[in-house]
């Protein structure tokens, strides 16, 4: 290998001395090229407390993936020195350490431009990571690991400082699973994912508390806190989040309402065989009716209970939505809600007319701050989304990865490649 050919390669791996490119391999049939990297010091600043000058121990041999050169799997080969620094030493530490090496993260086996464009493919282009592992070459498993390990450094550093104002939801992902995911719900940085745990207990409040805290925020510089009626939520919210107002989320109570609604009409497909096969029909929005669904109409006006649980489920609706207009008195309107719902005979709007009444402060917080919640619906849907494509994920620490990858607004490497300009053929 001529020394032209080392100086390009050293020079396009962007390595200066002690290291260059040493050799380079070529394997066709394997479809990959190799660059062998050396080190020329003969003495290394330690590691860890950056003293000068340290005496080389050892070297150990490392391999990483890097960049594809054409259609080649690249990897770089390094015999890696070990310092024993006497800095260290004099202080009672005589560990011996790997030096880092200036193209990859300590421990990674890619490059770091091999991890930049992984988070550009799973980030930006929202490809599945088996897919990017096809397509580069690697096991999938290596690249969880490696993502896992740089979002994790990511969200290490994420500030929560300024954060006053969230949103906690529970999530289905599959498989009877759920998760608890708290994002931020007002300020620049809305509708970023803070924190994601299992399952969905009072106690996962008090892990994003933990989380909050160590991030720099103040759980009692939390003014508002948006969720559903769950009770363990609830309970955490009033132990760990002492100054929160609580604010029902009012796409959770029109959910309640339409549970409550299919009851009805479940109970009543005995009497009104009519009634089969058109649970989707009752949950619509009259917007979306097919010409079949209008036809329906004399349903909705018959005396049939499911037709009045469909007209006090839309009276809900109204109302909610409403709570933008300041001259509509919302609040008035809501409690007439809740005891017509009380008195209603439906055993199942009973039920949420008392569930409503026991929760009233947070749904009058909701109304009163119909602008602050206006956002919360594209949020959810947003975050809804990223857990869709998460679905498949076998592990509840690789959800939480694309979670914070696609929706932490986290500071990660961007891609390898200079944006360059598209010419038209
Ligand atoms: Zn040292």
């Known amino acids: 290998m001529s020394d ?19 050799r380079v391999r070529f394997a066709p049939d394997a479809h990959e090229i190799h660059f062998d990297v050396v080190c020329e010091a003969k003495r290394l600043p330690c590691p860890r ?13 490392r391999d990483w993936q890097h960049l594809h050169f054409f259609q080649y799997r690249a990897l770089i080969h390094a015999q890696v020195p070990r310092v024993r620094c006497a800095e260290c030493g004099s202080k009672g530490d005589s560990e011996v350490r790997q030096v880092l090496v200036p193209w990859a993260r300590e421990r990674s086996g890619f490059s770091l431009m091999f991890e930049a464009l992984v988070v550009a493919l799973a980030g930006m282009s929202r490809m599945p990571v088996r897919r990017i592992g096809a397509l580069l070459g690697v096991h999938p498993e290596r690249l969880w690991r490696s993502l896992g390990a740089l979002v994790e450094q990511a969200y290490e550093k994420a500030d929560m400082s300024k ?26 940085q809305r509708g970023r994912v803070l924190h994601v745990s299992e399952q969905c207990r009072s106690s996962n409040v008090a892990e994003f508390v933990g989380a909050l805290v160590a991030h720099g925020g103040d759980p009692a510089a939390i003014e508002r806190c948006t969720m559903d009626m769950a009770r363990s939520f609830v309970a955490g919210v009033g132990k760990h989040l002492p100054k929160a107002e609580i604010c029902f989320d009012p796409f959770h109570m029109i959910k309640l309402a339409n549970e409550a609604l299919d009851a009805v009409r479940r109970a009543e497909v005995p009497v009104e065989p009519a009634l089969k096969r058109t649970r989707y029909h009752w949950l619509k929005d009259a ?50 809600w809740i005891s017509w719902a009380r008195r209603s005979r439906l055993p199942a709007f009973k039920r949420l007319g008392q569930t409503f009444k026991t929760h009233i402060t947070g749904i009058r917080n909701m109304l009163a701050h119909a602008n602050s919640n206006g956002m919360a619906e594209s949020i959810n849907a947003d975050i809804q989304s990223a857990i869709a494509r998460a679905r498949g994920f076998r592990t509840f620490r690789n959800l939480r990865t694309i979670l914070y990858l696609l929706k932490g607004q986290l500071e990660l490497p961007s891609s390898p490649f200079k944006p360059s300009r598209l010419r038209a053929a």
């Not at 954060?163 to 995911?181: A, C, F, L, N, W």
């Not at 909705?300 to 509509?328: C, F, H, N």
């Open 287 to 336: 917007g979306a009716w097919t010409r079949k669904e209008v036809n329906l109409h004399w349903l909705r006006q018959s005396g049939l209970k499911t037709a009045r649980a469909w007209r006090m489920k839309e009276r809900l609706r109204d109302i909610i939505a409403w709570r933008r207009y300041p001259q509509v008195p919302v609040v008035s309107l809501m409690d007439r």
């Open 49 to 61: 407390c950056s003293a000068p000058d340290q005496p080389i121990h050892d070297r150990q041999a």
């Open 4 to 22: 032209a050919m080392t100086e390009l390669f050293t020079a396009a791996l962007g390595l200066v001395a002690p290291w260059r490119v040493e």
């Open 163 to 188: 954060v006053r104002s969230v949103g906690i939801d529970e999530k289905h992902i599959g498989r009877g699973r759920v998760v608890t995911v708290v994002h931020e719900e007002s300020g620049p």
